[in-house]
């Protein structure tokens, strides 16, 4: 049996840190989006023992769509089926787009779909013991997300809106860019329940609310140049997308959205028009 599905990629509309854990770990508010940006992730039955990863890219080493496999079977009490992970990466790697973890979500996600082993409130507990951002991917559409991940809370809203995301520069590692939060003492006043409440509403100058603690740390030329691009060439709103590097505009009008994609992919070699979604995962055959 083989299943296919696409695992789309997120942004962030809303990051904020609220505080540090005395595990280290970290508590956010977020919103959430998924959008079109999508990899493709296949899982099939073979017969050559174990599980086996195969990719369009380099990006087997300490692959987290394999440990998902690993743990669905560990959690669901089966010995470890004969199965292969084929995955063609379209959402750049390192971009703060929560790549990996969508292909580990869509992983779990069609295990359960051939194998029917664990409840869906189960597959999204294993999600997150599998990575912070998995869980998410896993529900997908649009999300308010709390603690450091673990509490996600779906939402109806209004996203007649389009995307133009630009990857530029090198990713900075999470630990260091929370460092960096930990070693400020810049205080927000921003407010997620204000932009959810105007997302709701359809209002047009929601996102001109949105927010991200770390957009404050890529200030390098690079940074500042891309999001002047896409500000010039008529983008309603800009922001960062979880840690970095990926800066995304949003535009209400396709034709602007459309134009700002040509222009910049001349310049820029990762630009990808998009739209939100409102699932994470969608099985395609």
Partial sequence: MK??????????????????????????????????????VSVEETDVDGIT??????????????????????????????????????????????????????????????????????????????????????????????????????????????????????KKSTGYMYSLIDESNKITNANVDKLLEKMKSGQADAYQLMHNDFIQFWNDENSIEVQNDLVSLCADAVSLSGSGPTFFGIFNAKDAAEKCFVNLKNKYEDVYLCRPVSSGIEIIE
């Fill in 53 to 170: 990863t195969v990719c369009n890219c380099n990006i087997i080493d300490d692959n987290i769509a394999e440990k998902a496999a690993f743990e669905y079977f560990k959690c669901a009490n089966m010995p470890i089926q004969n199965i292969k992970i084929s995955i063609e990466k379209n959402i750049p790697i390192s971009a703060g787009l929560a790549g990996g973890s969508a292909d580990a979500a869509a992983v779990l996600y069609l295990l359960n779909h051939i194998y029917n082993k664990l409840t869906d409130d189960e597959l999204v507990a294993l999600a997150g013991n599998i990575g912070a951002d998995v869980p998410f991917c896993l529900i997908g559409g649009t999300a308010m997300v709390k603690g450091f991940g673990d509490r996600i809370e779906k939402q109806d809203v209004v996203d007649n809106y389009h995307l133009v995301l630009v990857k530029s520069g090198t």
């Fill in 3 to 40: 299943l296919s599905a696409l695992a789309y990629a997120k942004i962030n509309l809303f990051l904020k840190v609220t505080g540090k854990r005395n595990d280290g770990l970290h508590d956010l508010d977020m919103i959430v989006q998924s959008i079109s940006l999508a990899d493709k």
